[in-house]
């Protein structure tokens, strides 16, 4: 159900110069629901208006974490995005608390350990937080100091999923 509620005009309205924006999906702990992480992720980002990368990339290396290494059958993963003063959070929250993100340092020869690393160097912060029994969020900021240039692939402004024709 959706309720919506507006403010009765004898109340002023609050003025915010910087709107906040938020978003939350709670998917599966699986490839298809990591991979779906991204897809929803940048679709918002684009309505939003908001650069594409870093924040995808971040977006898919956290939620392949959750649904591989956090995976606990039944228990689904959250992806949490919003915006506030200009910064960009990314969350991931699974239920296995028990288990802290520790960056590893793959070999060269090695097919995966490398995600909290790529996570590491593209986020301006990162880090986790415990949560109430048996969960935890891992966390990542991005500062918006760059505004999308318009026809930029990467803008937001349109993309594979946009509802405009292609030229």
Same mark, same amino acid.
């Given at each position: 159900?959706?309720?919506?509620?507006?403010?009765?005009?004898? #109340?002023?309205?609050?003025?915010?110069?910087?709107?906040?924006?938020?978003?939350?999906?709670?998917?599966?702990?699986?490839? @298809?629901?990591?991979?779906?992480?991204?897809? $929803?992720?940048?679709?918002?980002?684009?309505? %939003?208006? !908001? /650069?594409?990368?870093?924040?995808?990339? !971040?977006?898919?290396?956290?939620?392949?974490?959750?649904?591989?290494?956090?995976?606990?059958?039944?228990?689904?993963?959250? $992806?949490?995005?919003?915006?506030?003063?200009? !910064? /960009?959070? !990314?969350?991931?929250?699974?239920?296995?608390?028990?288990?802290?993100?520790?960056? #590893?340092?793959?070999?060269?020869?090695?097919?995966?350990?490398?995600? /909290?690393?790529?996570?590491?160097?593209?986020?301006?912060? =990162?880090? =986790?937080?415990?949560?109430?029994?048996?969960?935890?969020?891992? %966390?990542?900021? /991005?500062?918006?100091?760059?505004?999308?240039?318009?026809?930029?692939?990467?803008?937001?402004?349109?993309?594979?999923?946009?509802?405009?024709?292609? @030229?």
């Amino acid at each position: 159900m959706i309720q919506e509620t507006t403010a009765s005009e004898a #109340q002023p309205k609050p003025q915010l110069g910087n709107p906040v924006r938020n978003f939350t999906v709670q998917l599966s702990p699986t490839r @298809r629901g990591a991979r779906l992480a991204r897809l $929803l992720a940048t679709e918002q980002l684009r309505a %939003w208006g !908001i /650069l594409l990368d870093p924040a995808r990339q !971040i977006v898919a290396e956290l939620a392949t974490n959750a649904a591989t290494h956090s995976r606990v059958p039944g228990r689904d993963f959250r $992806l949490t995005l919003y915006v506030v003063a200009g !910064i /960009l959070r !990314i969350e991931v929250s699974d239920t296995r608390g028990d288990c802290p993100p520790c960056p #590893q340092h793959p070999t060269r020869d090695e097919e995966s350990g490398r995600g /909290l690393l790529i996570v590491e160097a593209l986020a301006d912060r =990162w880090g =986790w937080d415990p949560g109430p029994r048996p969960r935890k969020t891992v %966390w990542a900021e /991005l500062v918006l100091d760059h505004a999308p240039k318009p026809g930029n692939p990467n803008s937001g402004a349109r993309g594979a999923f946009s509802q405009e024709p292609r @030229r």
